[in-house]
């Protein structure tokens, strides 16, 4: 067994920029599967590299724009990247999504870094909750963990969702007991666990992960209520990266027909097996009946989280917008129309988002969480627009984003200048240029970023039936119905 | 000609209560009309009298809610009613918002005093702006106006829509002059104005009016390009109010079948013949190249102020709620399903006009401004889905709400006990409680105050086509499509 | 008690012309309120008479149209009009679907008597069934009434809505009886039935209703399993009219507020009391495993019925066209573009009900049925598009229709000329021609006709949740997932 | 140059089963690209296999369902396969949108043979209209073209989409006159064209292409309006087949990572270089006059076509219905409700195309059309609905559909039986089937056939905008109109 000590000690000098982050993930000793196949560096991966970049642009963001990415931390009482900031005032997580949409604009995809920043805002509020109830010191184990982590300047991911096996049963009645991730041993150093954690976004470009439950846990659940930080490089743990809609295309076609060549999402699943977590690093073990207020802050910050999309909505909007010069047609009538009908639906969200931000509120560790009912709101618009914008763009684009003929068509030698002919637009437009706009369309609508464009914002932080649940839990109808009874006359006799 | 003081004479005393305020407009000599008649005493007229009572409740919920409707204004050096108060920071249009939603709560109609509001706080910082380009003396003329009314807690209407004639043509290119509001006569005292003002709200109910030009102007119409304030009691001044659904079921059925018998909204065409306006009410005369300014900003608050339709929307989602229980249906999960729905459109409006209030940022005078952008978003947003939120409603009351005797077939003899019958709800509901909430869904969705939940909605504030011009104004797609480019690697060769 | 042929006495001579139906309703012993009062002569009643007008035009265009409007019936061997007539092809429901639409462009209204049509196909195979199975002679009972009713050429209504009490119980089990129509009374001459039913469109204005059950029966209510035929005259029934919004404003206000001054719906509540009816008007008693076929042949058939709201559309994108021209902006782009999303919607219901009887499949009696799926799914759009096509209808229109001035300040000395100068629209159109179009368009989409066109569209024939659990039964999943298994190779082996 | 009995000469004896025709594709010499590589056997090509599976199933489908999929010819006086007849009918068109959607449900995507069905079908009634004006003979080459055609049971494709170059020009404006396909030279044989057609369905998978105008031509554009047929292995074709979303899956990760490995579509770009075509193939050179009668007619068929969609739509809700019984959630209301919504939409669109063709009309060659408003209306909610299926499909499939391993990581002995453990859905659910309903879901909504099933529903057979065009067009405002003014009372003196 290792150290907490010796657990840090590759971590001593801070990582400062998006090269020194990239650096910092190679030759670790990782368990990572893609398509049947070990990787060995996922940073020479070139399916798994794109992922990387947009996890690095994080950092790079730091530097470029501090006033959105960078914040003054009390905790280490140091200037962190603002991944690694508890929120302390409204302004926070204004800024917070404000530096959301733009890494969204500059990536046009999922740069994976939110789930573990909301996973620290829960933490701190959940662990300092308990130790107020139970006597535990979570929260100090929390502080000091986030202060190395804040020091070190690394990338914590988030790790929740569980398999869940028979849905309509508790972790406890579970036939597997690994269909949720548990405690299997104790010892004097610290605690065991096994299970998994499937679809978890950008876990082998973290440092560190912290794993919570994934949802509200009953007494004989103590086992599975269970929260910790662990290394990704931990004995144990065993990677394999989901497949993406035309994940290879970077591989097969090249960079044009990739769409958008440097950034990607990237999700996995997480196999635990008798992963062990120094007491130093456990943050709950057995406080179950705080496992769905643990759940629900979570959520109700990364709800709002997916202002993201807002960033990759604008990237879209910008695309179409392009694809209708190069086709000649920016001034019809209609295209206009669908532009900005485009844009009021990525600015409903924005707005609902950051209305969410603006109305949160402090909770006893002085964390500030996100309105919970406008969150829920905010991410409920999520599952929706996208997909309505992404059909106004592909309506703008037209259907050469499925049918244009591959970059490497482009540089065949008789096949090459005929499309170029053909494919001209507008006097003016570079014939590559105008496929690359394309591409670009594809990428987020049809192709590899859609996988976070749509699909994700359809099923992360919560598909749209749990937020349902939760607006139903919060829309106060006993005061609603006392104003309709009201005007109503409701209680007036009949004359 | 009378002069200033004399104009203000009869405003000694502040208003204080909601009765206060219904006294002061008894025996004012007010050239009204409705239906054909000239109507002398509003306060007594059955029709008029419920959007008397609305626009009291801007009163009593200064007094009941200070928090909310009460605010020191530096200008008079007191504690103001809000509708009299210029915005001095995002926290004041929060607080504003938050108030117009009760106000919808309580009353469930338009309850008129935003118009006013609206046009102060634009008025404040244009007439700033030209002091500043002409060398005039607007401003200190509307602080000394607003100081006399925030003292005397009057109620200042706005009138911006003029009748227009050929949508085509300018003002000065109409065959009719008055087509558009405009000065006719200039004195050493003051000046003479002619045309009209249509659909204007609230406007009898008010004690003064500001007008506004309701449009860009141009270097030829600078007799057009005026706004003053007037006495609604001034000489030269016709009002017909306008007729609205089920204006006369007060008179002709009774207060049940009324729906909401207490409140209703109201909207009446003025017409303006040779008005004298003296100087020192005089706040823009021939500037027309602030028109455009004037009307952006009055439109940029304005738009915001429709978050009062959220609570409108309270009142009708917990009416749908009232009516389910009453059938024994309230747990059915569609119908859940649908409150749900209701409250989630409910709140996007809610968060795209608080996220607009949160984001508002000051110009030169001091005063703050909605968002531009989120504000068009957020009245685009009240274009649409009051629509969908009513239809919900008469999707959960039944089809009672248009087949339902009349209040006065209960109270006959023969056929009341026959409705008592067979109108029962659910065991234990009062008849007459459940009717009267599914006249409130009928007054709601498609009775007297649909006029201000719906229609109101959509052209209210600009219909939604002047949303959308100024949606493409602000979308910025230069910048999105420079970052669409920038992943798309335009400009990259291909290789 | 009188004889069959004593109720049918008065029934002699063939009623030919609109003007002979009208005239056929006067003389009537009918126990009818409205608003409080006794209704003598619903004919001479101002508020109930556009009802009758609607009614009348059934007549009248059998004469201008006997293509759609006169068929050949082998049951009375005669040519009949077509809401006596038992479909006996697809062409015969097409033909009624184009009937249907051509009366809602001629009236913009309920013209009624679709409840009744569709009320005799469903008797007419329902009969027969039962027949088949229980040896009873209902079908020829059945028969003998609609050849008598087709030889007089009489209207026939339809009644089904009974109040339901306690929804979550059966007939037999309410607390009291009546809440659903049943037997109270047999003797050797007929039936004797009390209850009630709500909602029915049309009664008063009818010469006979067949009353049905409103939804499946169980072994235990056998009492409450009944069908007749009744003369709307008989002894024991009372009739309460139902309020519309804007009833009154063709009294109040004069034929131009009235927006449509000729035609309206009607519904009412009808009390049964001890209503006697003679065993050969009585077409089912007691075999309640019949009662839910008959209940889904008359949906099936009366689904596809609102078909008539796309004449309404077509009258109200009209109207809205026209609105756009008299404010001189028909060739702006957006306007035009929300006509074609009007008739674009108007004509997928349009479609929808037309695919439905195209479809249609004969029963073992010979009767055509519309399409089960198609029907239901026609029904659910008109649960929808209506409610956006007058959304966009008042979006062109302006909110004008909401605050305009009555016809009665028109005819003021004072104001009418002021009225005529202000709303004067583009040069040439004549501004009480403007004037009638807004207010056309606002009784169609908040005035005494939005009745039919909304709140009836969602609730008529089955509220929304109706038609998905049909479309839920009609959905064939198991095909369906049987398509989805052979395409995914679901039971190869992975390799 | 080769005489027409010489191009025909390998036609001799007709294709009867898929396995014939797959055969037929064999060994010809074409000149097609994909992915810059020459593709010599496209049968024996992975990718573009499955788009050949999918045209076969048009000919077993024939001998399976002969009801739906052969019928009589008077042409060649024979039973001929259903795509190779003129619809002579409503009945016709009905079974012809039958088995489309038949086929939609076999094969989950596009199986190509639509476009040259319905070339066949538009060229029939427009060289019989050209022959009466100009005296050609058009009409018997074609008729001989298609009974050669019908004997040896060949597929036909259709070309029509040129690149267009500058879209504001007329084709004889073009800078390059390649940017509309034309004829170059004419000599005593025939006449040899040049230029180019994108997004060409199913051209590498039939036998004989059908070229035509891709729009209106003026009095200019004569060697533009050119109508022909040619070998798709004609000298001076090239063809470079569109790269579409995943489609290398089938190669890179295995069967089930395919989603549906057996089928998908096929687009690409020809090229034509002075290809020749004998007179007896020409239809139209010259007559410009009828260019836009032949583009109104092909889309008017082509529109309705896309009732296939529905067919994919059944394999859509199969696949989610199966998604949610693996979860073990497929009793849960918000599911049930979902797959009721996305039946109802599926059947939406298949109730507009076959009112379509119930209510088809014939033209003068005899041929039967589908209604043009109808099939206009049926398209355009083909550009929506799919989208909205698709979205409700991922919704109720979960994310898994885009995080899931690769079927090679399942063949690893390491992490397979991982995924296996915790893939594992309800009890007795195999995981194997489980990941291949998610990829066959991601397949359509995501993936491959999501190309046919959104983007193609989109664009094929015209983009929204032009079904909106043709929808203003047939609007009929001036009925409409006329309708309003009379219920309005319009011209109707105010009293």
């Not at 982590?149 to 929740?160: D, L, R, T, Y």
């Not at 709950?284 to 769905?292: C, P, Q, R, T, V």
């Not at 482009?410 to 105008?434: A, S």
Request: with cysteine.
């Amino acid at each position: 067994m290792i150290s907490v000590e010796a657990l840090w000690a590759d971590f001593g000098s801070p990582i400062v920029t998006a090269e020194d982050y990239i650096d910092s993930l190679r030759g670790r000793d990782m368990n990572i599967f893609f398509m049947g196949e070990r990787v060995l560096e996922p940073a020479d991966h070139p399916v798994i590299r794109p992922s990387i970049n947009a996890m690095a642009e994080t950092y790079r963001i730091a530097s470029e724009r501090p006033e959105l990415a960078a914040v003054h931390s009390d905790i280490a009482a140091l200037q962190v990247n603002r991944f690694l900031h508890v929120p302390a005032s409204p302004a926070d997580l204004v800024a917070k999504h404000e530096m959301q949409r733009e890494l969204g604009r500059r990536t046009g995809t999922c740069f994976q870094r939110c789930v573990g920043l909301d996973a620290i805002g829960a933490c701190h509020s959940v662990t300092f909750d308990i130790d107020g109830k139970a006597g535990t010191d979570y929260h100090q184990r929390f502080l000091a963990f986030l202060r190395r982590a804040q020091a070190a300047n690394i990338v914590i991911g988030g790790a929740m969702t569980d398999p869940k096996g028979d849905r309509s049963k508790a972790p406890h009645q579970q036939s597997d007991p690994d269909m949720f991730l548990h405690v299997v041993r104790r010892d004097q150093r610290g605690i065991y666990v096994s299970g998994a954690k499937m679809h978890q976004t950008g876990a082998i470009n973290s440092h560190w992960l912290i794993f919570m439950p994934t949802m509200r846990m009953t007494a004989n659940d103590r086992d599975w209520s269970v929260v910790g930080a662990i290394r990704v490089d931990s004995p144990g743990l065993t990677y394999v990266v989901g497949r993406q809609t035309n994940d290879t295309r970077i591989v097969d076609g090249g960079e044009m027909d990739a769409g958008n060549a440097r950034f990607a999402g990237q999700e996995s699943l997480i196999v635990f097996n008798e992963v062990f977590v120094p007491h130093q690093h456990v943050f709950m073990d057995g406080e179950w009946n705080h496992a769905s207020s643990l759940v629900e802050r979570f959520t109700t910050y990364h709800r709002s989280s997916y202002v993201c999309k807002t960033g990759l909505g604008d990237v879209l909007i910008g695309a179409a917008a392009s694809a209708a010069e190069h086709n000649g047609v920016e001034t019809a009538s209609h295209i206009k129309d669908k532009l900005v009908e485009m844009t009021h639906l990525n600015e409903t969200i924005y707005a609902s988002c950051m209305a969410a931000a603006h109305q949160s509120k402090p909770v006893a560790s002085g964390a500030y969480i996100n309105d919970e009912m406008l969150s829920n709101v905010a991410k409920h618009n999520v599952t929706r627009f996208p997909f309505e914008i992404a059909r106004l763009a592909q309506d703008i684009a037209g259907g050469l984003i499925v049918t244009m003929p591959s970059e490497k068509d482009l540089q065949n030698n008789e096949v090459g200048p005929l499309i170029r002919k053909f494919l001209q637009g507008r006097d003016g437009v570079e014939v590559t240029d105008r496929m690359r706009i394309l591409r670009l369309i594809e990428n987020m609508t049809i192709g590899r970023n859609a996988v976070g464009y749509l699909t994700e914002s359809l099923h992360g932080a919560g598909s749209p039936q749990a937020q349902r649940i939760q607006i139903a839990r919060g829309m106060k109808l006993d005061d609603k119905k006392a104003r309709a009874r009201n005007l109503a006359g409701v209680g007036e006799r009949a004359k």
